[in-house]
Structures are given as structure tokens and as C-alpha cells.
């Protein structure tokens, strides 16, 4: 009886330290998958304006929860909006989003300050980013952006960031494509078939702009629900006059190109 008594005692004592122990490794387990979080930075001028003030207005997608994958997001994501908000011949020197912003409204006070009997018209810079596409193998963010700093018009375009979802390294089309003259070769007879310019004739044909008479993917390529959206701002293959050009390619088409989706 004792020795019954004895063996059942050593088995709830080994069950309970096993249950202890099962319970303290599902406590320590962390949550360690990528996250974004929007954050939304603005300021304005402090100098006298009436209904329309310069102003910088960011709503951006933060990256958070694994640090090094998230850094590197995250500064990628900042060293593109320093190429976007600036006023001179070079960005400026800014380390955050708040020196940003106050660089960009510091420029124009400068100017209304040296100039003081001139009417300056306010100047803007929008910025808003989202993740449109997220796999385990790719981040594709969209930075959708417009500014102005006086003259006839400002300047609004988008921007993808492609990232390697597990890394955060940003992606080049190398990376995404199995063979890039294959995939161009392919894009420029879609080009060509949804803009109407013959096969015997230059790319330029119908008034584009392609540097060389030759045809080049865009700066800029996309994915998206429906495919690979090609995506040329205004000025890169255009006129202003003319805006953006897009060219969606079906992932049913897109897929023998590519190495990663």
C-alpha cells in the first residue's frame, strides 16, 4: 500500500513539474510577425496665412515587432520621402519626419522672409503611404504623393517599395524576375498592343518619350489583386499634358516571369 501510495505521489509530482513546464514555454512564446502600424505626421507654417497655409501633411505605414527586418523598411521608406519633400537643389539633411516637415516649411519662410513685398502662393507636400500587397515572400508598399512649391503646377506621382518580406531588403527587378529582357521583351508588345503603336514603328511613334527610342519598364511596377501593374508617372515616357501611363499584365501572363510573388 505504501509503495503504491509512493509511485502514484512520484507521478502527479512528474505530471505537475511537465504541466509547470508547458506553461512557462507558452508564455515566453512572442508574437514576433512583421506588423505596421499608420502613423500621420503634419505641421504648418507659423507665419500669418489665411484659409491656405504650407503645410506638409505624411500618413505612413510604420514597421514594427521584428527589429532589423523593420529598420530596414522603415528606412527605405523615410530615404524616399527626403527625395520627395524638399525645395532646392538637393534633399535636406533630415533624420526623422519632423525635421523633415520643418526643413520643407523652414525654405519657404525663408523665402517669404527675403521677399517680403512678393505674394508667395502656400506650398504643400502630401504624403501617403500604404502596404497594398503583403505575401510571405514580398511587402509592396505604395507611396502616393504630391507637392508644390509655386509655378504653374506641382508635381503628384506614386512609388513602389518592394520589399523582401522576411529580410526587409529592398527588391530590385533582378530580384523579382527570372529573366528582366524576357519580361521587357513581353511588356513592350502588351505596351504596344493597349497604346496602339505598331510593331514596325519606333516606341515613340504616336508622341511618347522613351529615351533612345527605346522601350524600358517603368521606374515604378506594382503588384496588385488583378497583376503586375507598370506604372509610368507623368514626365517619365510623357508629357505632364498626358499624365500616367499603366499597363496591367494578368498574373496568368506575369507568372512564367517571375521568380518571387
Known sequence: MIRHSLLLFTALLVFSCGKDKEEKVTEETVDTTLQFEDKHYAQKTTLPCTDRCTNVDISIPVAGNTPVVADSINKKIF????????FGEKPYDASN????MASFIGSYEELKKKFPQDEMVPWEAKVKGTVDYKTDSIINIKVNH??????????????????????????????????????????????????????????????????????????????????????????EIASYAEQQKE?????????????MK
Do not use: C, W
Request: proline share 3%; hydrophobic share 45%.
Open 79 to 86: 530615404g524616399v520621402l527626403r527625395q520627395i519633400i524638399f
Open 146 to 235: 504630391y507637392t508644390f512649391t509655386g509655378g504653374a503646377h506641382g508635381y503628384s506621382g506614386d512609388r513602389s517599395l518592394l520589399f523582401n518580406a522576411k529580410t526587409g531588403r529592398t527588391l530590385a527587378y533582378a530580384d523579382i524576375f527570372k529573366d528582366q529582357n524576357a519580361f521587357k521583351a513581353f511588356a513592350e508588345k502588351k505596351f504596344r498592343a493597349k497604346f496602339k503603336i505598331p510593331a514596325g514603328k519606333g516606341i515613340n511613334a504616336t508622341g511618347l518619350m522613351f529615351e533612345n527610342e527605346t522601350f524600358a519598364l517603368p521606374q515604378n511596377i506594382f503588384f496588385t489583386k488583378d497583376g503586375l501593374l507598370l506604372y509610368y508617372n507623368a514626365y
Open 247 to 259: 499597363l496591367v499584365i494578368p498574373y496568368t501572363e506575369a507568372d512564367a516571369f517571375l521568380k
Open 97 to 100: 519626419y519632423e525635421d523633415l
